[in-house]
């Protein structure tokens, strides 16, 4: 952002008075403009033990595999919004079962919020924003070629919960170290081996 979309005049970087940090500022009249975190919203559709997967068209990660997720857009819920790039991405229709995981991604300034979900019916199809669309079981999945580690760690929770019989909500921080990510699990996480850091090469 350049210019103030109230008056035309310039945005320089200031820091407002009582705030602790640099903002975007107009040099006119002032307005602040701030900028937070992102929500990604998206969707675990499951079918009879086997899950959705969209291969992506779209940069970053064109040609990899991924859940349908992607930001929230303005006056939608989360649920909602998970809904929608469902729709979107694999013309898929679920019900929504719960929320499963939340995952922080401070390095890039966004939030991950993906539901369990149930596929509706089977007349599913890839969206404009991918090149196909499949339904995997657990020995299917494409380890090697998931286009995102927020989408490799919330697979491995589904099936580690399924083992176990529960499912629940798993949390947890993508952390960027130099040109590798970790994964650091939320603080009530009951699966030990997720809890290390272990280093993961992909956002
Ligand atoms: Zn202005």
């Known amino acids: 952002m350049n210019y103030c979309s109230e008056c035309g005049a310039e ?93 922080n991604l401070p390095h890039v300034n966004q939030v991950y919020m993906m539901y369990r979900s149930r596929l509706l019916d089977m007349d599913y199809s890839p969206g404009t924003e991918s090149l196909d669309v499949a339904l995997y079981s657990e020995n299917e999945i494409p380890w090697n070629d998931l286009a995102f580690t927020t989408i490799r760690q919330t697979l491995r929770y589904f099936y580690a919960d399924r083992e176990v019989g529960q499912f629940r909500l798993h949390t947890g921080d993508i952390i960027k170290q130099g040109e590798k990510y970790s994964f650091r699990a939320g603080p009530d996480e009951i699966y030990d081996d997720y809890s290390s850091s272990t280093i993961i090469q992909r956002p």
């Not at 009879?48 to 064109?62: M, N, T, V, Y």
Request: charged residues 25%.
């Open 11 to 103: 945005i320089i970087l200031a820091r407002p008075e009582d705030d602790n940090r640099l903002r975007h500022v107009c040099s006119a009249c002032n307005i602040i403009y701030y900028q937070n975190p992102k929500i990604v919203a998206g969707c675990i559709p499951e079918h009879k033990g086997k899950i959705l997967l969209c291969k992506r068209a779209i940069e970053p990660r064109s040609g990899y595999w991924t859940l349908p997720a992607g930001y929230m857009e303005l006056d939608e819920t989360s649920m909602e919004g998970a809904l929608r790039e469902t729709l979107e991405e694999a013309n898929a229709r679920v019900e929504i079962l719960g929320l499963y995981a939340v995952f």
